[in-house]
């Protein structure tokens, strides 16, 4: 479970009015899982405060800022049919302070493209590596590192370059309009290759800094990854002007990567 924009309570900092109005309470979880058996028979499983809970290796997350995800905390096996919880805690049943739910009627957010780097090159300014996917979308990074264990792997995305381009310019990705700085966060678990992506998080990008390898990336261990609603789309334009096709084709890309769940304003932040 992750926070989302239900569990607001981290970001917006120095606006205690914006943030109580973005803060429903503490994340919680209500499902029915509905299973058909072979014979159509069917049966129903509801969660309860007979299910349990445990802590795991996504130590931090918020949409704005970003996901932390320590992978020597993960729990072999939690999700098999054979795992010993005994060890896991009682669930705790709460009431919502909202009064309603309902269903969401948009279709799910998916992973929609896959980018792999245009161009990588080491930061004259920082030293750490700088990726070039080549387009600005809406999405997170895909790493994939063989490190030590314990070595924590930084990436910062912004949208430009600065004028001289040797370094990242932050913008409005820096953490000036809600006091949170995007980063994403890999500690590793030290035992040969290990691939991550965030769960709870998505930023607007087309540049993605990254730190603590200890060789340069490549087409092969880093990609960035175009979330957004599964949208399908019903219409289509082509015309004999260069120009007006290049126009449809950024307007698509805008609204695609303004849908996340619902209708958006700025997805960089």
Known sequence: MGNGFYGQTICWENDSESEKDMSYGVPAVRLLIKIIYTDNSIKKIYSDKSWKASTGPIVFDNVYGGDTYDARYEIQGWCTTCFNDNGWDKVKVITPEITKLSSQEMPPIKKLLKLKPKRIFKSPVTGKWIVDFGRNIAGWVKITVNEKEGQVIKIRTTEALTKDGKDIFPGSTGGYDNGMKQLLEYICRGDGSEMWEP????????????????????????SAILVAADVKQTGHFSCSDSLLNKMDT?????????????????PQR
């Open 199 to 222: 769960n709870f998080s998505y930023h607007g990008f087309r540049y993605a800094e990254i730190s603590g390898l200890s060789i340069k990336p490549d087409i092969n261990t880093i």
């Open 250 to 266: 950024i307007s698509r890309w805008t609204v695609e990567d303004n849908l996340h769940g619902i209708p958006e304003d700025c």
